[in-house]
């Protein structure tokens, strides 16, 4: 059945490395968010890509992180260079918007990011 | 600009007890309104949601929620606890109109106990 993937699943890094985390979205569906989660901060949305164009990436630390979407079956968020604060859960989710109706967001795995 | 507030970080209930998971918004505009479950070292599945229509929706699992306007809520309810129920609980704003951008709550995790 269809389903949003993500690689690597677990991550280990030492400060300072490049982490670059992918997101599969559901074929189909035209727009991918990526969110962190954290204890502290929970669930927080880092950016949001419609068609795969950029709609809002106001979360996210622009200084170290990019996030793009060379193609339609590909999502992926970078942090260079990485800090041990960047330790969290990464998700992606996908969802099909069709003018003005809401579907709904289907979520990833996460991928879990521990920088040293 | 929106933005959820979910009671109780943490609730316990027995295994057979109603389950309670409060949830209040806030939204200038009228909201969409969900429910997510996460099940450890998972990512979040939609339980139930809400987009202006029946303002008593039911879910999957056995999960229904009560949109109310007069008092910003959409508290999420089961009849009946489950131990595998155990999990922790995401509630969710966004505006309608296709934007879908979603604001969560900071959780409740919710612990069965038999």
């Known amino acids: 059945d269809a389903r949003v993937t993500q690689t690597p699943r677990h991550k280990v890094t030492e400060m300072g490395q490049e982490v670059t985390m992918r997101c599969q979205p559901i074929l189909g569906h035209n727009t991918v968010f990526w969110y962190r989660q954290t204890m502290m901060q929970g669930l927080e949305l880092l950016a949001y890509?419609?068609?795969?164009?950029?709609?809002?990436d106001s979360g996210m630390p622009k200084d170290r992180f990019s996030a793009e979407m060379p193609d339609a079956t590909l999502a992926t968020l970078k942090i260079q260079p990485s800090e041990p604060r960047d330790s969290a859960v990464y998700f992606c989710a996908s969802g099909l918007v069709e003018g003005g109706s809401y579907n709904e967001q289907f979520f990833g795995p996460g991928t879990r990011l521990t920088v040293l | 600009a929106q933005s959820v507030t979910q009671l109780g970080s943490h609730v316990s209930v027995s295994e057979g007890a109603l389950v309670l998971l409060r949830c209040n918004y806030s939204s200038s505009v009228p909201p969409y309104l969900f429910w997510y479950v996460q099940y450890p070292n998972q990512g979040l599945q939609l339980l139930l949601k809400y987009t202006s229509a029946a303002t008593l929706v039911k879910g999957i699992n056995g999960f229904e929620a009560e949109f109310k306007k007069s008092e910003t809520s959409f508290h999420l309810t089961k009849p009946s606890a489950h131990m595998s129920d155990a999990a922790e609980y995401f509630c969710?704003?966004?505006?309608?109109?296709?934007?879908?951008?979603?604001?969560f709550g900071a959780g409740t995790r919710l612990a069965v106990h038999p």
């Open positions: 969710a704003v966004t505006r309608s109109g296709g934007y879908n951008k979603l604001i």
């Open positions: 890509f419609r068609n795969r164009a950029p709609l809002d």
